[in-house]
């Protein structure tokens, strides 16, 4: 099953990172991976096809073998003890991020569509410091710019909290450019202290699309 390399930098033979489009991750699952979606609506069941489809690839491409990937209470996939991931899915694209549990600790992976932050929504989402930046840009770099600070907290906390199993809200963390690759969360408030510090990598895949990551070593 082809798939596109994402952030091919970070990769190694114990981590890969890597996007299709939806459509061409459509085919059979695991029975007990069916069991997980069946009843699910035919949008909700395409994205969770693409997204085990996408993982058992990578997974073969980290020569780890297949095994059924389950959702869990919250939703999240329960990943083997041999391996730790994330995955994400926009409206046309899939993304997924792996590793090998003996070098990678966790990860978080988000892919979002450039403009879907509607302004109404930045007091929820963003702090002030946040919300003033956006303010300085130029109009046509806004639409990017707040997507992407919002895929870094998306990406930060699916990263964070299987490590934590703390809740991280929005306003708990601040997203700052560090240089055109990356970001940094910085944290708002007190409990933050139990947090692992990792950069948050950026990529805009397409004039449609970002993508951020953040991994943590083992």
């Known amino acids: 099953m082809p798939y596109q390399p994402l952030f091919p930098e970070l990769n190694t033979p114990g981590f890969v990172a890597g996007w299709a489009p939806l459509g061409d991750l459509q085919g059979e699952l695991d029975p007990a991976e069916w069991q997980d979606i069946s009843a699910a609506s035919t949008a909700r069941q395409r994205d969770f096809i693409a997204g085990r489809r996408l993982a058992r690839a990578i997974s073969a491409t980290l020569e780890l073998p297949p095994h059924p990937l389950r959702r869990g209470e ?8 041999d391996r730790t991931g994330s995955l994400s899915h926009g409206k046309t694209l899939c993304a997924a991020a792996i590793g090998k549990r003996d070098e990678i600790r966790s990860v978080g992976i988000d892919i979002e569509s450039v403009g879907r932050v509607e302004p109404k929504l930045w007091p929820t989402l963003f702090t002030e410091r946040e919300a003033t930046y956006f303010a300085s840009l130029e109009s046509d770099q806004v639409a990017k710019e707040t997507t992407l ?70």
């Open 74 to 81: 919250d939703r999240s996939p329960v990943w083997p003890d």
């Open 149 to 218: 600070f919002f895929s870094a907290k998306e990406t930060f906390y699916k990263c964070q909290y299987p490590v934590i199993h703390s809740w991280i809200g929005f306003q708990d963390v601040e997203i700052q450019r560090r240089d055109d690759s990356t970001l940094l969360a910085r944290p708002t408030r007190g409990s933050a202290q139990i947090w692992h510090q990792s950069p948050i990598h950026l990529l805009q895949l397409d004039a449609s699309h970002v993508v951020t990551l953040m991994v943590l070593a083992a």
